[in-house]
DNA sequence: CCCCTGACACTTA
DNA sequence: ATAAGTGCCAGGG
């Protein structure tokens, strides 16, 4: 587990219910506001659900991916947000 | 060390 | 507004 990962998913953590983070944004919380890549990478390799990585979409808005599929993803963002 | 991949973002057509 | 191209960062082979 390298500290990029490791800071990245922290971050995620810290996402609230009900609350969303773009990539981007998560780069920027880890100091790296360029490496919005390198943190989808990290959330797609990272499979803990102890990170909500579903609460992390693109910065356009758009559910983005999922490890566990993109349905599910939207699925669980539109109960947590509802 | 170099090349490829990837859950993205921005610009231009 | 949508599609395609380019730029970016980190990890793995």
Known sequence: MTRFQ????N???TIP??????????????GRPRAYRAV????????DPIVPCHRVIR???KIG????GQKLKEK???????
């Open 6 to 9: 490791e800071k990245v998913y």
């Open 11 to 13: 971050i995620v953590r």
């Open 17 to 30: 219910c009900g609350r969303t983070m773009a990539y981007a944004e998560v780069a920027k919380a880890v």
């Open 40 to 47: 989808g990478n990290a959330l797609n390799k990272n499979y």
């Open 59 to 61: 910065s356009d808005g």
């Open 65 to 68: 991916g999922y490890n566990r």
């Open 76 to 82: 669980l963002l539109c109960e947590e947000t509802r």
